[in-house]
């Protein structure tokens, strides 16, 4: 059976197992299990003392028990986030997989509470490419060198200021060349561009 939070595809063999360890635990205590995992997913952390209360007073958890739970309920949540499902939805298909209304419920809310932020941390942690921030260029045209009387040689110095992301500051990146060179760079930038023109 395909499924939507698993990008509609089946549910991993693990999950399933996981699964019903999830319907071990009350509702209540779910809601707060995902809470926990929803913070460490946008950027906190998780209180593991917290978790150890959670799980161990009840249910009687071991450690591989515990991480088990909680790889599950990562996985369920980002996944459902990554493919954008509707807590309706992802209700449903994990009532499919075994996991009772009620703890559906108590994990759907939190999900759409933290779901717009999740796909912006997400978003955030995408490979991205450097753009360009700024650049800086100047041309220097040597009359005369201590080795030779008469040089007249120009030289293009450039200086690009590279932003990875939206969080780090630029990275500067300078190099000099030769006119001979600058002008391999702009034919081999525009064939670049042409190239990922014609793709599109």
């Known amino acids: 059976m395909k499924f ?7 549910a991993p063999d693990w999950l399933l197992k996981e699964i019903t360890l999830l319907a071990k635990i009350s509702s209540v205590r779910m809601k707060l299990l995902c809470i926990q995992v929803l913070n ?3 950027g906190g952390n998780i209180d593991y003392e917290k978790v150890e209360k959670l799980t161990k007073d009840t249910t009687n958890f071991d450690n591989s028990d515990v991480k088990g739970t909680i790889a599950a309920l990562n996985f369920i949540l ?6 954008n499902v509707e807590d309706s939805i992802l209700s449903n298909e994990l009532q499919q997989l075994g996991l009772p209304k ?6 759907c809310k939190p999900y759409m509470d933290k ?3 999740l796909r912006e941390t997400f978003s955030q942690q995408t490979l991205q490419l450097p753009r360009l921030d700024k650049l800086d260029w100047r041309v220097d045209y040597v009359l005369s060198t201590s080795d030779l009387q008469e040089a007249n040689t120009p030289t293009i110095h450039l200086k690009l200021d590279l932003k990875q992301n939206d969080f780090d500051g630029p990275k500067t990146v300078s190099f000099e060349m030769t006119p001979e060179k600058l002008r391999v760079l702009l034919y081999e930038l525009r064939a670049a561009r042409d190239a990922l023109k014609s793709v599109s």
Not at 4 to 10: Q, R, T, Y
Not at 102 to 107: A, G, P, R
């Open 78 to 83: 980002s996944s459902a986030a990554k493919y």
């Open 102 to 107: 009620e703890h559906c419920d108590s994990l």
């Open 40 to 42: 460490e997913m946008v």
């Open 115 to 117: 779901k717009t932020k």
């Open 4 to 10: 939507k939070f698993c990008g509609d595809l089946d």
